[in-house]
Nanobody, 124 residues
Framework: QVQLRESGGGLVQAGDSLRLSCAVP????????AGWFRQAPEKEREFVAA???????YYGDSVKGRFTISRDNAKNSVYLHMNSLTPEDTAVYYC??????????????????WGKGTQVTVSS
């Protein structure tokens, strides 16, 4: 069982920035699609961002232009840089990773490994 480890969540004010990190303890991380989902109270899980192993990035409509996903294959890590945060971004953010999956598969639930989540709370 592979357990991803998120860090970097917290309480911030609207307009602030935050960076989430995720360690992905797998071999050949450079063949994984990795990314982030989030779930707010009483809402369904939402796709946030993904980065394909070749480096292409994809974002959910609600975060485009504000969030940036990146990866460091040497550190088996994926990051989410969040700018211009709003209270609507308040959620538990989950790191996810899958080997050799397309982003389309990844976005629609084709995730092999999950983290336990990190809480992000944005106050108004």
């Amino acid at each position: 069982q592979v357990q991803l480890r998120e860090s970097g969540g917290g309480l911030v004010q609207a307009g602030d920035s935050l960076r989430l990190s995720c360690a992905v303890p797998v071999h050949s991380f450079n063949t994984y699609t990795a990314g982030w989902f989030r779930q707010a109270p009483e809402k369904e899980r939402e796709f946030v961002a993904a980065i394909h192993w070749v480096g292409a990035t994809y974002y959910g409509d609600s975060v485009k232009g504000r969030f940036t996903i990146s990866r460091d294959n040497a550190k088996n890590s994926v990051y989410l840089h969040m700018n211009s945060l709003t209270p609507e971004d308040t959620a538990v953010y989950y790191c996810a990773a899958s080997p050799l999956k397309s982003v389309a598969q990844f976005q629609t639930g084709g995730v092999d490994h999950w983290g336990k989540g990190t809480q992000v709370t944005v106050s108004s």
